[in-house]
C-alpha cells in the first residue's frame, strides 16, 4: 500500500492504480502506468511501469506531479496465436511448462502471474507460423521452474517421447529460466535412441518488457527443431545480450551463468553446437552431433531422487556426508575445489589432529563403504577433475570417489540420479559415470573454451 | 610399480627410474626423465615426464624402444635466491604459505612434495630482487590450500598486519590456487584501515614444468606492491593463457573458475583493478579502488566458525537447514537459483500438497526465527539477487532471508563469518551484509561485466 500522503495527492489528482500517467519530477518526465506498491518496499515511492516494460521508483516529494492521461492496460487482454495448420512446414509440437515466458503482470495488483496459455505465449512471436506448422500443443502443468521436481522430469520426457513418436520433425518446451539447464540434463539422459530434436526456451524478461527475449527464442527454436540436422536436447536462448542470434547449446554441457542478461545460457566445456539468426540462417559451430535419423524414441525416466549436490570448501563441516547416509541418500556429488579437492587435514608440514576433524577422506570412505555413490565435480565448473595429479587427489580417489571429468556439477547431479535410478551397483555406477552418455563427457576437451 | 614385462626390458636396457632416456614408440621420439610408475594406473604404461615438464604415459608393446642418454635430475638440487639488500628499492614482505607455487618432484618417487623454502620459490623469479627489496620472508606454516582453515586466515591476518605496520610497501603471499580467493576475501575483510596492498600470488603449473606460471605472477606482484598506489588486497594471475600479463583482482570479487588454466582467476560482476606486465608497465583498468596512505593497519580477525555454504536446486532436500541449526550453526548461505529462488512448492495451478515437502521457505523461516542468520546468493553467479521481482523472491525475503546483492556466494560465506564473528544480532547482521565492507557489493554493477 501506499502511504497516506501519497494517497491523498492520488484522490485530489483522481488517478487510480493501474491508470496511464504522466509524472513529472523536478525536470524528469515519466510516462507508463501507475503500478499498486507491493508488500515490500518504501510506501513513500511511486512505482511507473514505463512503457519499456521497466518498472521506474519515483521518490514522492514536493517537487513531484502526477497527471491521469489514459486508461490502462486491461487484465486479460492478451491475445493468443490463432492456429492454422500448414502442411508445406515441418510439423512440431510444443510442451509449455511455465516460467516468465508465459507471464503476465496484473497492473491492478503488481503481481506477476503466470497464467498465459501456449496460445498466448506463441502471440508474441506470430511468424513461427511461417517457419513450423505448430502440430500438437500441450500444457502438463505451470510451474515457475525452480518449484521442479524430478518427478516433472519424468512427466516430461514421457510426453516428449510421446510426441517424438509422432509425425513431428521435433518440440519445443516453454521453461522458467531458472533451473532450465538442470531439465536439459535429465531429459538428454532420459531420452533414449533420440532421433529428433527438443528445443528448450524461455525469457529472462517478462513479456510486458520492451526487451522481452523469448519471442526471438521462439523463433530460433522453430528454425532449430525445423530446418537444422540435429538430433540432441539443446537449450536455445540468445547468444548476445543484443537481439541478434540465439545459440543451440548441447543439453548437457550448457549452465545458467548470469541472473539477469538474456544471453546467461552458456556453454561450458564445449563448444555451442549452431547459431541461429530469426531470419532463418543457421551456421554450424561444432559439428561434433548427434544428426536426425529414423527410430523410436524411447523414455527411460527410471531415477533415483536421494541424490544430493554437496559443496566443499574452507572450514566446511564433512559430517554433512554422514548426515546423508543416514537419511538414505544414495549418491552425493561433491563440489570440490580445483581439479577435485576436498580438505583432507594432510597436507604439508602442519600434521595438526585439529585438522583432521575437517578431513572429507574418513567420511566419504565411510559413505563408499556403506554403498553410497560418492562423485567429485570442481566448483571452478570449467576445465576437469583429475585424481592423478595430487597426493591429496589420490586421497579422495583412494577412498572411492569417482571422479567426474569435465561434467558440471549440475550434470554429474542428474546423470548420478539417473544412473542409480538403474543400478545399485557401485562399479556399474562407476562404469556409467565415466561413460559419456549424452555429451556430458567431453573426451576432447579443449581449454581455449573457457568464459566464451 | 611397473609390470614385471616392463621391468625385465628396464633390467636388460640397463636403465633406472630417474635416469634421463630416450624412448622410441613406432615412429615418435620422446625425450625425458624415466618417471616411478605411481600407485594409481596402468602398469603397463611407461610415465615419462618430457623436457617441457608435461608426463606423457606410453602403453608399453613389442614397438617401444628405450635407452638411457644420461643421469636425471638430482634431489635437493633446487637453487635458493641469494638474497640482498637494495635500500634504493621498495621495501616489502614475503609470506609463503604452502601450494603448487612451492613445490617441486622428487624424480626418485613421483611425489610432488610442498618443500620449497621462500627463497627456493623466489630463485624461480632472481629478477624480482631488481624490481623490490626483499626485506621480511615468513614461512608460518606449509599447506596445500585446499586443507586451511578460518583459523590460517585469522593467523595470516594477523601476521599481515604486524609485517604491514613495518617499513615495507606492502607484502606477497604465496597460496596453493585451489582457495586462494577464500583467503583473499578473508584478507579482504578482515584487515581494517588497509594503507598498503597485499598481493596473493600462486601457481595453476609446477615449476618443474615449462609452463610455469608463478615466476611472472611474483614478478608482477612485486611492480603491483612497490610501483602502483592500490592499497587493497588483490589476486595477481595470469590474465591470459599466454606468458604476456597478470591482472590485479579486487580480492572480494574473484573466483577460480578454470580448474588448471594459468589465467583461472577472473573477477566477477567487477572490473579488474590493474593489468600488468612483467617488465613493470601498468595500466589502470578499474580507478575505482582504495589508495595507498598513511596509518595503522589493524588485523579484526573475529570470526564465526559454525557457518555454511549450501545449494539449492531441483529435488533438494531442505532439511539441510534444520540439520545445521540443530549442529549450532549460526549462518547459512544459500546459493538459490536465478535471481535468488529456492523451492517454494507454492507457484503455477499445481499445489501438489507432496512438493510443499520441498518447500525451502518452512525451513528458512524457522532458521531465521531461531536466530541463524540465512543469507541468499546465485549459483548463476554473475549478475545480482533481487528479492522483488517474482512472488517466489519475496516469500524467500518474507521468511527472513538477508539478499546477498552481487556478492560471490563464497564471498558472502567469509563474509557472514567475519559479520557473526562481531555480533549475533540479526538486525545488524543485515545491516552489515547489505554494507559494502571491502568492495564485495558493486553497487554500480555493470551487466556488460560478464565472463571477461
New interface residues.
Given amino acids: 500500500m501506499y502511504s497516506e500522503q501519497i494517497l491523498a495527492v492520488l484522490k485530489k489528482m483522481k488517478v487510480k492504480v493501474g491508470d496511464r500517467v504522466n509524472v513529472t519530477k523536478g525536470k524528469e518526465i515519466f510516462e507508463g502506468v501507475l503500478m499498486p506498491r ?4 518504501d510506501q513513500d515511492t511511486l512505482s511507473i511501469k514505463l512503457n519499456s516494460g521497466y518498472n521506474v521508483g519515483l521518490r514522492f516529494d514536493r517537487s513531484v506531479n502526477i497527471e491521469r492521461v489514459g486508461d490502462g492496460p486491461k487484465l486479460g487482454s492478451i491475445p493468443a496465436l490463432k492456429l492454422k495448420e500448414s502442411k508445406e512446414l515441418p510439423s512440431i509440437s510444443m510442451i509449455s511448462t ?1 516460467g516468465t515466458i508465459g507471464t503476465h503482470v496484473d497492473y491492478k495488483t503488481g ?2 502471474f ?2 498465459r496459455s501456449p496460445e498466448e505465449i506463441l502471440s508474441t512471436a506470430p511468424e513461427i507460423q511461417s517457419i513450423v506448422n505448430l502440430k500438437n500443443i500441450i500444457r502438463p ?10 518427478s516433472d ?1 519424468q512427466k516430461m520426457a514421457e510426453l516428449s517421447a510421446k510426441e517424438l513418436n509422432k509425425d513431428v520433425e521435433g518440440i519445443i518446451i516453454t521453461h522458467g ?3 532450465l539447464h ?2 536439459s540434463y535429465a531429459m538428454s539422459f532420459m531420452l533414449k535412441n533420440l532421433t529428433k530434436p527438443i528445443a528448450i526456451v524461455g525469457a529472462q524478461r517478462s513479456p510486458d518488457r520492451g526487451s522481452f527475449d523469448g519471442a526471438m527464442n521462439l523463433i530460433c527454436a522453430a528454425h532449430f527443431i525445423g530446418h537444422s540436422d540435429v538430433a540432441e536436447v539443446c537449450v536455445v536462448m540468445h547468444g548476445s ?1 543484443n537481439d541478434d542470434y540465439c545459440l543451440a547449446h548441447r543439453g548437457t554441457k550448457v549452465r ?6 538474456r ?2 545460457f ?1 556453454s561450458i566445456n564445449d563448444i555451442p553446437l549452431l547459431k541461429i539468426w530469426p531470419n532463418g540462417k543457421i551456421e554450424t559451430l561444432n559439428s561434433n552431433y548427434r544428426k536426425k535419423s529414423k527410430g523410436k524414441v524411447v523414455a527411460d525416466t527410471k531415477f533415483e ?1 536421494k ?11 564433512p ?2 556426508i554422514d ?1 546423508h547416509v543416514k ?1 538414505g541418500f544414495k549418491g552425493i556429488v561433491v ?16 600434521k595438526d589432529p585439529l ?1 583432521k576433524k ?1 578431513s572429507w577422506i574418513p567420511h566419504i570412505k565411510s559413505a563408499v563403504d556403506s554403498g553410497v555413490a560418492v562423485v567429485m565435480t ?1 566448483q ?13 587427489l ?1 586421497l579422495a ?2 577412498a572411492g570417489t569417482i571422479f567426474g571429468e569435465d561434467m558440471l556439477p ?1 550434470a554429474a ?1 542428474v546423470k548420478l ?1 539417473w544412473v542409480l535410478g538403474h543400478t545399485k551397483n557401485l562399479k556399474k555406477v562407476r562404469e556409467l559415470m565415466a561413460q559419456n552418455l549424452a555429451g556430458e563427457i567431453n573426451k576432447r576437451l579443449d ?2 573454451l ?3
Avoid at 145 to 150: A, F, G, Q, T, V
Avoid at 256 to 261: D, F, G
Fill in positions: 507491493i508488500e515490500v518496499g511455465g503481481g506477476v503466470m497464467c502443468f505451470t510451474l515457475a521452474s525452480e518449484d521442479m521436481l524430478p522430469w529460466t531458472d533451473v538442470y531439465t545480450s545458467k551463468m548470469h541472473t539477469s542478461r544471453d546467461a552458456r531422487p541424490v544430493s549436490l554437496v559443496k566443499a570448501y574452507v572450514g566446511s563441516d559430517e554433512i548426515w537419511r563440489e570440490g575445489t580445483g581439479l577435485g579437492h576436498v580438505p583432507t587435514g594432510e597436507s604439508g608440514i602442519t585438522r575437517y570442481s571452478a565448473m570449467y576445465g576437469r577433475v583429475n585424481p592423478y595429479v595430487y597426493r591429496n589420490r580417489s583412494n549440475e547431479y540420479g581449454t581455449d573457457f568464459l566464451i
